[in-house]
């Protein structure tokens, strides 16, 4: 089992930055993908970014390819978005997952086993 949970969530005005982390337990994360979605109100959970804990590569949605850097700390078994450049539409609940299968279809919510309760992260126009 693996636990994950997120922080770092809050608002921000346009144009600012956060970082969210996402801490694992349970397990290491050592050829998991793991990645980041969120889901916006009345709106499907989208995939934002996935990285691949064995190689270290990491995948992006073209509405946050330049804007957001997905990085993770080995030691600490941590992933992280840092997420710049923030617009009104990034606005959502952001969840981070885990999928130890490491497949790759790292786009897709269905193949994930874990995920996080989520972070709130509301930007401001």
């Known amino acids: 089992q693996v636990q994950l949970v997120e922080s770092g969530g809050g608002l921000v005005q346009a144009g600012g930055s956060l970082r969210l982390s996402c801490a694992a337990s349970g397990r290491t994360f050592s050829s998991y993908v793991t990645g980041w979605f969120r889901q916006a109100p009345g709106k499907e959970r989208e995939f934002v970014a996935a990285?691949?804990?064995?190689?270290?590569?990491?995948f992006y949605a073209d509405s946050v390819k330049g804007r957001f850097t997905m990085s993770r700390d080995n030691a600490k078994n941590t992933v992280y978005l840092q997420m710049n450049s923030l617009k009104p539409e990034d606005t959502a609940v952001y969840y981070c997952?885990?999928?130890?299968?490491?497949?790759?279809?790292?786009?897709?919510?269905?193949?994930?086993?874990?995920w996080g309760q989520g972070t709130r992260v509301t930007v401001s126009s």
């Open positions: 997952a885990a999928d130890p299968g490491g497949s790759r279809w790292y786009y897709l919510p269905g193949e994930y086993d874990y």
């Open positions: 990285l691949s804990w064995r190689g270290g590569s990491t």
